[in-house]
Nanobody
Framework: QVQLVESGGGLVQAGGSLRLSCTAS??????MAWYRQAPGKERELVAG???????KYGDFVNGRFAISRDIRKNAVYLQMNMLKPEDTAVYYC??????????WGRGTQVTVSS
């Protein structure tokens, strides 16, 4: 069975840091990414990393976040620094085999207080 499990969310003050983790099981993937969704907002890409190591970040990141991957552990991480209240959202881990097959975790809540 394929499963993605996120962890590392929580409550942090503005300017603080969190490190999110996502561990996949069942198989390996080409692309893994983090998305987020806040109440009343559309789901948006936070960061993605492709099989070749190329990364992409949402425009709002502005150098504050870094995505990394441990292929041996089949895991992906998101280091978030200088967090802002507007970063408050549920963060989801995704993994893609191809354009037709992808998987989503259940999400982890990140709350940033002012």
């Amino acid at each position: 069975q394929v499963q993605l499990v996120e962890s590392g969310g929580g409550l942090v003050q503005a300017g603080g840091s969190l490190r999110l983790s996502c561990t996949a099981s069942g198989r390996t993937f080409g692309t893994m990414a983090w998305y987020r969704q806040a109440p009343g907002k559309e789901r948006e890409l936070v960061a993605g990393i492709m099989g070749g190591g190329v990364t992409k970040y949402g425009d709002f990141v502005n150098g504050r976040f870094a995505i990394s991957r441990d292929i041996r552990k089949n895991a992906v991480y998101l280091q978030m620094n200088m967090l802002k209240p507007e970063d408050t959202a549920v963060y989801y881990c995704t993994a893609r085999i191809n354009s037709d097959v992808s998987y989503w975790g259940r999400g982890t809540q990140v709350t940033v207080s002012s």
